[in-house]
């Protein structure tokens, strides 16, 4: 019997469908979408261009005929180039957080908006949630697709949402401890600087009533987990999604916590070596591509997500038979380069978490002084790690520069830097600054 | 016996020693001694002060990060060969100095230094053996006003 943390609980048939029915389900779906975008400027050239029409799509293999979409391709069609229906059809627009540059935007119909809010629904309910609980979402609210995605997924599942945003860490800890919140919904990040900014505070993080965490919006580590569950005394499920598919919940954690279940009847997910765009083996890193197989609004089809994950296609112990998605190791666009070494600052994190005494609180810096890179990772200095012995501080640098060099294969600079001198993230975490000027 | 000092990481940069001595001066905090290491990036200043509670706590509100560590204080005699006699018996005692620094001011003929021990326990036990003066925060703080 697998070991559940909580209660398993399983929304829809769709998620636990047989294999065989699940692939005559995609193909039925993907011939409907290609003919749903037939008429977008963008896929109508790519399609006349390769001879594509959707009666040629006769199996799912056929899918690597189609034209690949990309975060470009959505920005030269701004703002709304993608749109599959008439604009009055139109319920509601988001956008990208703008995390890599210029906003992109999204609309969903009414029918989008209810398949998004069902999406949502299935991994909470996957992580415990019931409709006598109450959820705090300390996501941003507004063009951002956290606040509201799973906003209407709590209300799907009929709990009750206390929709805070993020921000004014004192009042959602007063909220946290006066109104006893089942659940925490929020970016890892923040939630480590809700339990920091409690301590800090003379509160004890531990002691909120909290059971549980959705945590996602941004790649994040195991370490990390550990101590967002320790530090709050819950348990933390991941969940993954990004604007351009839907938003959050495109696929989420089972109680399990072993891999995200992609939500495979709205979604064909891929996951490509980025630089051939070939498939990978299973349980081999690439980037992630989706096909949206149910959107009304902005269908898309093989989405580079430029996110790096691994695909697990064996069914899982909670009964669901959907493919699983391991966390994004970094982004195919975020991937440093140095001196030749592929480095995501994910793996810093995890190193950092990995040596007592240093905190998660980190930013890299990545210099070209003369022709060779050079890579520095501040790190702040909490009290609990502070000596007034200038060996133990150069011990404690010496043990962070040997973790990472053991998982990256690099040597970095570590600096120590005071606390509270690194930015800290309401929403997505900065962790990288790179002054190298690789157009000169 | 013991003297509480504060320590302070300060990273090596224009204005970062100067920021905590202001905010001591503005409360009255005077410091009595202090000594300062440093590497390229970051430095560690350590001071001794009489109020050292309110001086931690006025460090601590301001995000400092201070840390408060036991360290013991001797006479020396001011003379060649005074301090070479002290380090001798703690040689001898098989304590180990993490690092040491001196009082400005003098008493009659003897200097005062201040020992960061790796056991401050056992070098009090030490010291006093082989009777050398160790001086408590009454006595220090009652000299420094005369």
């Known amino acids: 019997m697998p070991d559940f943390k909580v209660e398993n609980r399983i929304l829809d048939e769709e998620e636990t469908m047989p294999r065989a029915q699940m692939r005559a389900l995609q193909l039925k779906r993907l011939q409907e979408v290609v003919a749903r975008v037939a008429n977008v400027p963008f896929y109508k050239a790519a399609f006349a261009r390769e001879g594509i029409t959707p009666e040629k799509i006769k199996s799912l293999d056929d899918l690597r005929r189609l034209p690949f979409t990309t975060k470009d391709d959505l920005r030269q069609n701004y703002p709304l180039g993608f749109l599959a229906v008439p604009r009055k059809e139109i319920a509601r627009i988001h956008g990208s957080s703008g995390t890599t540059g210029k906003l992109t935007l999204v609309a969903y119909t009414r029918e989008d908006r209810e398949t998004w809010a069902n999406l949502c629904a299935r991994f909470l309910v996957g992580g415990g949630l019931k409709p006598e609980h109450l959820v705090h979402i300390a996501f941003g609210y507004g063009i951002f697709t956290g606040g509201f995605g799973l906003h209407y997924g709590v209300e799907r599942v009929g709990a009750a949402v206390l929709p805070l945003a993020s921000g004014n860490t004192a009042r959602q800890i007063m909220l946290l401890q006066d109104l006893a919140p089942d659940v925490l919904v929020c970016t890892p990040s923040y939630a480590l600087n809700i339990a920091d900014y409690a301590r800090n505070n003379g509160v004890e993080p531990s002691t909120f009533p909290l059971k549980y965490g959705h945590f996602g919006a941004e790649p994040w580590t195991e370490e990390m987990r550990l101590k967002i569950e320790s530090e709050l005394g819950i348990t933390a499920f991941n969940n993954y999604g990004l604007s351009e598919v839907i938003g959050p919940g495109v696929s989420g954690e089972c109680a399990l916590q072993n891999g995200m279940h992609v939500q495979e009847d709205h979604f064909i997910v891929e996951c490509l070596d980025p630089v051939t765009l070939e498939p990978v083996e299973d349980f081999a890193y690439g980037e992630l591509v989706f096909t949206t197989l149910t959107k009304q609004a902005m269908p898309l089809l093989r989405y580079r997500t430029r996110d790096i994950a691994a695909l697990d296609p064996r069914p899982c112990g909670c009964g669901r038979t959907t493919t699983r998605m391991s966390r994004v190791k970094g982004r195919s666009d975020d991937m440093l380069i140095i001196r030749g070494v592929n480095v995501f600052p994910s793996q810093i994190e995890e190193a950092l978490l990995q040596v007592e005494g240093a905190t998660p609180h980190y930013l890299i810096e990545v210099d070209r002084p003369g022709t060779l890179d050079q890579i520095a990772v501040k790190v702040e200095v909490l009290p609990g790690i502070f000596s007034d012995k200038m060996s133990d501080m150069q011990r404690l640098r010496d043990a962070i520069d040997r973790r990472i060099q053991a998982i990256t294969g690099i040597h970095v600079k570590v600096e120590l830097v005071a606390p509270q001198t690194i930015e800290r993230s309401m929403g997505k975490a900065k962790r990288v600054v790179d002054n190298r000027n690789l157009n000169g | ?146």
């Open chain 2, 1 to 146: 016996m013991k003297i509480h000092q504060l320590s302070l990481f300060l990273e090596n940069k224009p204005g970062r020693l100067s920021e905590p001595c202001q905010a001591l001066a503005s409360e009255g905090i005077n410091i009595l001694t202090l000594s300062l290491a440093d590497t390229q990036q970051f430095g560690i200043l350590r001071i001794i002060v009489r109020d050292w509670e309110k001086a931690r706590d006025v460090l601590s509100k301001m995000g400092c990060v201070v840390n408060i560590t036991e360290v013991v204080a001797t006479e020396v005699e001011d003379r060649p060969g005074g301090l070479a006699e002290i380090l001798k018996v703690i040689e001898a005692g098989g304590i180990n100095i993490e690092y040491m620094y001196a009082f400005t001011f003098r008493y009659g003929d003897k200097a005062v230094l201040v020992f960061r021990f790796n056991d401050p326990d056992a070098a009090l036990k030490v010291l006093q053996a082989k009777g050398i003066n160790v001086i408590g925060p009454v006595e220090l703080y009652e000299r420094m006003r005369s």
